[in-house]
């Protein structure tokens, strides 16, 4: 399998403390994996293994997949966790079988595939009739699209050259951590900030979804909205069940 975009760049952001990620998991995350203790659970999409941590604690049986090899061996020796099972595999083919996973946690990734309807369609193909989906998806109306495609689109093409990237990462990845260290008071390191950035505005697919179109996709498969959390961040926030 080639390298991916998150092999170069994973996404290693909170990763000195355990502490800090599970505080800042969102609160809804936290009650679908708590609410299937003893369950398996599947993190399609899982890259370093922010989520696999909380869901270590519950599951009987732990799987994360993801399309890089190099953020898998992250979260291997991140987690260390004897229920977990780690799985090279693309959110549009997933390597599991249908009806397999009790919860299925998709946070932040099927907008960054190309085929967001696809990628949803494989998290419930393979959850349990009666399971949970966890899904967290880029919200369309807010600055985030007019950031990714304007600036973002300068950016991306910036770094497509030698001398590009090494001003991106001379400039803007250094003003990057400042931001956050100066505005929002975060004691993050470089390579975090940097991976962020990276995360934000050079990652080459991004798409945004209303609330509405969401609600048709999970129409559409036959499955029902359970929870809804526009949250304040980029991304809003479905627990969805599939029907029985």
């Known amino acids: 399998m080639e390298k991916t975009f ?16 599970l505080e800042n998991m969102n609160p809804n995350l936290k009650k679908v994996i708590e609410k299937s203790e003893g369950k398996i659970i599947t993190d399609i999409g899982c890259g370093c293994g922010r989520n696999l941590i909380y869901a270590s604690k519950y599951a009987s049986k732990l799987i994360g997949v993801d399309l890089s090899k190099q953020s898998l061996e992250f979260a291997k020796n991140f987690i260390q966790s004897d229920n977990l099972e780690l799985v090279l595999g693309n959110n549009l083919e ?44 880029y919200k369309k109306y807010r600055y ?9 689109s300068v950016l991306r093409l910036l770094n497509k050259s030698k001398i590009g990237n090494i001003i991106m990462e001379k400039t803007f990845v250094i003003l990057h951590f400042l931001m956050y260290k100066i505005f929002r008071k975060q004691k993050l390191n470089i390579q975090e900030t940097r991976n962020i950035f990276y995360d934000y505005f050079i990652t080459p697919i991004a798409t945004f979804q209303s609330k509405k179109e969401v609600v048709c996709w999970i129409d559409d498969n036959k499955c029902t909205l359970e929870k809804y959390d526009r949250t304040n961040g980029n991304c809003h926030v479905f627990v969805i069940k599939k029907n029985e």
Request: hydrophobic share 35%; charged share 20%; glycine share 10%.
């Open 94 to 137: 997933i390597p599991l079988d249908s009806d397999f996973s009790d919860l299925v946690v998709s946070d932040g990734v099927v907008h960054h595939t190309g085929d967001t309807v696809g990628a949803f369609k494989e998290c419930v193909r393979i959850l349990k009739p009666g399971g949970n989906l966890y899904l967290a998806v």
């Open 6 to 21: 998150y092999d170069s760049t994973p996404f290693e952001y909170g990763y000195s403390s355990k502490e800090k990620i």
């Open 144 to 152: 985030y699209p007019f950031l990714y495609k304007y600036i973002g």
